[in-house]
């Protein structure tokens, strides 16, 4: 069975500009968790979405949006870019959330320059 | 007081030594635990699972939690230096919540 995907793998991009990330999950996973992964602050947790909804959100501020579509791949926008927004975006899949596994894709490098 | 704690390390053990991996949780309704391996450069990888009082084993790991005390921990048995990681403990409240909190990690180091 195919593990989480994510692409790009690596982005480059200036402060101000927009960024959107996916992720494909497991087959038959239909919850997506999107967290952020920095030296200082480890892994942070962003959104979950399981059947196209919004379930929970973490302490982010509005530039960070996601979405999910009918086959449960998901995306993450930024936008207006800033220099702290530099880290490794991991995206997870599980069945349905809650207590289930999470099994995490090999992560989105975004630089912001 | 952060939700998950565990200590940052490095913890450095012999080879074929067991290290010991520990990790506090604030919310005393948590009700999933989960430990993660995370080489340098790489994502996490699911280690093991564990949702009730007591042990639980596969193969070299061993997890140990105790929701009176509100603590799990990781027990690595016969340590090998390809065990050289960061490792990370999640805890999930459960109950509708999706949503996983992760401790900063413990970098254990296994000296050859």
């Known amino acids: 069975k195919a593990g989480v995907t994510q692409t790009p793998r690596y982005l480059i991009k200036t402060r101000g500009q927009q960024v959107t990330l996916s992720c494909s999950p497991i087959?038959?996973?239909?919850?997506v968790s999107w967290y952020q992964q920095t030296p200082g602050q480890g892994l942070q947790f962003l959104f979950e979405y399981f059947s196209e909804t919004q379930r929970n959100k973490g302490n982010f501020p509005g530039r960070f949006s996601g979405r999910q579509f009918s086959n449960s791949r998901s995306e993450m926008n930024v936008s207006t870019l800033e220099l702290g927004d530099s880290a490794l975006y991991l995206c997870?899949?599980?069945?349905?959330?809650?207590?289930?596994?999470?099994?995490f894709g090999p992560g989105t490098r975004l630089t912001v320059l | 007081q952060k939700e998950v704690e565990q200590n940052s390390g490095p913890l450095s053990v012999p080879e074929g030594a067991i290290a010991s991996l520990n990790c506090t949780y604030s919310d005393r309704g948590s009700q999933s635990f989960f430990w993660y391996r995370q080489y340098s450069g790489k994502s996490p990888e699911l280690i093991m699972s564990i949702y009730s009082n007591g042990d639980k084993e596969d193969g070299r790991f061993t997890a140990q939690l105790n929701k009176a005390s509100q603590y799990v921990s990781l027990l690595i048995r016969d340590s090998q230096p390809s065990d050289s990681a960061t490792y990370l403990c999640a805890v999930n409240r459960g109950g509708g919540t999706y949503k996983y909190i992760f401790g900063t990690g413990t970098r254990l180091k296994v000296l050859a």
């Open positions: 087959s038959g996973h239909r919850s």
């Open positions: 997870a899949s599980s069945l349905a959330g809650g207590s289930d596994e999470q099994f």
